[in-house]
């Protein structure tokens, strides 16, 4: 979806690498514009603290998008991940030649379905989804079980993301032309709370494309900085390999095992094809966030094996 519609009563158009898209009007981006003022986000009812952002100073940098400040802060979110078993020969038919399915057993890898609430961002507010594949670091040269034990060990995974949508047009542009992700303009909704966690994806034509309810795990509180995690996400911009860094500071968190009564469904829409091109079997753990923050760094340039790695 390209997003050009005007502004109306309540937001302002801002330019994004010479595309338009709306914001609102008064909100953290349009005051702003990523430079934003940490004592005001802190005074935020909805903000625990932003001790975490302060350790993380800003950079100024040329991008797809124009100039722009890199990390991305998120200072109120709340997350869910459902992981699944599935057979690596269809993950591998879904990877890029490059990169190899990060595998929990011969012929087993992982693959997930993700949401995302940030009720408080330098973007603004917005949901996001993914269907993801947890895959071996570009530049490993390890056995795989190795791989898989470090990233545990370190909390620290790397990925493939198949499907991204957003529901903002300011978020759908920056994820698509700054960071080289898949990512397009749909209706989507997102709960999280302390009892359930609930998230819908809408198609083209509104109708269900994937959705999840669950009872939310129950939750440990965390002081800020305690528990902090990295996701490295694999993408190609301007056909050249880059990495997207991003880290999680969890302020409540909680995991169930091999979980039990977990509502999945699919409809029609890219995000169920992903899913089902993959064929997962067993669900093996459901992550919930109920609160965290995040920073989400610009990718930069990566070199990854030209000539695939043995598949």
């Given at each position: 979806?390209?997003?050009?519609?005007?502004?109306?009563a309540?937001s302002?158009e801002v330019?994004?690498?010479?595309?338009?898209?709306?914001v609102p009007?008064?909100?953290?981006?349009?005051r702003?514009?990523m430079?934003?003022d940490?004592?005001?986000?802190?005074?935020?009812?909805?903000?625990s603290g932003?001790?975490f952002?302060?350790?993380?100073?800003k950079t100024?940098?040329?991008?797809?998008?124009?100039?722009?400040?890199?990390p991305?802060?998120?200072?109120?979110?709340?997350s869910?991940?459902?992981?699944?078993?599935?057979?690596?020969?269809?993950i591998r038919?879904?990877?890029?030649?490059?990169?190899?399915?990060?595998e929990?057993?011969?012929?087993?890898?992982l693959?997930?379905?993700?949401?995302f609430?940030?009720?408080v961002?330098?973007i603004?507010?917005?949901?996001?989804?993914?269907?993801?594949?947890?895959?071996?670091p570009?530049?490993?040269?390890?056995?795989?079980?190795?791989?898989?034990?470090?990233?545990?060990?370190?909390?620290?995974?790397?990925?493939y993301v198949?499907?991204?949508?957003?529901n903002?047009?300011?978020?759908?542009?920056?994820?698509?032309?700054?960071?080289?992700?898949?990512?397009?303009?749909?209706g989507?909704?997102?709960?999280?709370?302390a009892?359930?966690?609930?998230?819908?994806?809408?198609?083209?034509?509104?109708?269900?494309?994937?959705?999840?309810?669950?009872?939310t795990?129950?939750?440990t509180r965390?002081p800020?900085?305690?528990?902090?995690?990295?996701?490295t996400?694999?993408?190609t911009?301007?056909?050249a390999?880059?990495?997207?860094?991003?880290?999680?500071?969890?302020?409540?968190?909680?995991?169930?095992?091999?979980?039990?009564?977990?509502?999945l469904?699919?409809?029609?829409g890219r995000?169920?094809?992903?899913?089902?091109?993959?064929n997962?079997t067993?669900?093996?753990r459901?992550?919930?966030?109920?609160?965290?923050?995040?920073a989400?760094?610009?990718?930069?340039?990566?070199s990854?094996?030209?000539?695939?790695?043995?598949?």
């Open positions: 979806m390209a997003p050009s519609s005007p502004a109306t309540g302002v330019d994004l690498g010479g595309r338009r898209v709306t009007e008064g909100g953290l981006f349009d702003y514009r430079d934003t940490l004592d005001e986000v802190a005074r935020d009812p909805r903000v932003v001790e952002f302060r350790g993380l100073p100024r940098v040329e991008s797809p998008i124009g100039p722009t400040l890199t991305n802060f998120y200072y109120r979110m709340s869910a991940r459902l992981t699944m078993l599935a057979r690596s020969r269809a038919a879904r990877l890029p030649r490059e990169l190899a399915p990060l929990v057993a011969p012929g087993l890898g693959v997930s379905v993700m949401f609430r940030y009720d961002c330098d603004d507010f917005y949901t996001e989804a993914a269907v993801g594949i947890a895959v071996r570009a530049r490993h040269g390890k056995l795989g079980f190795v791989d898989l034990l470090a990233a545990l060990k370190n909390d620290h995974l790397d990925t198949l499907s991204l949508p957003v903002t047009d300011i978020a759908q542009v920056r994820g698509h032309d700054g960071y080289g992700f898949p990512k397009w303009v749909t989507l909704d997102v709960d999280i709370d009892g359930r966690t609930t998230a819908r994806v809408a198609n083209d034509s509104g109708e269900l494309d994937l959705s999840l309810s669950a009872a795990p129950a939750q965390y800020s900085g305690e528990r902090v995690s990295a996701l996400s694999y993408t911009v301007n056909g390999w880059h990495s997207t860094l991003s880290q999680t500071n969890a302020l409540s968190a909680g995991s169930t095992t091999f979980p039990r009564h977990v509502d469904r699919l409809g029609r995000m169920s094809d992903d899913l089902r091109s993959l997962p067993r669900p093996v459901l992550d919930v966030l109920a609160e965290g923050q995040n989400l760094h610009l990718p930069v340039p990566y990854v094996p030209q000539q695939g790695v043995s598949r």
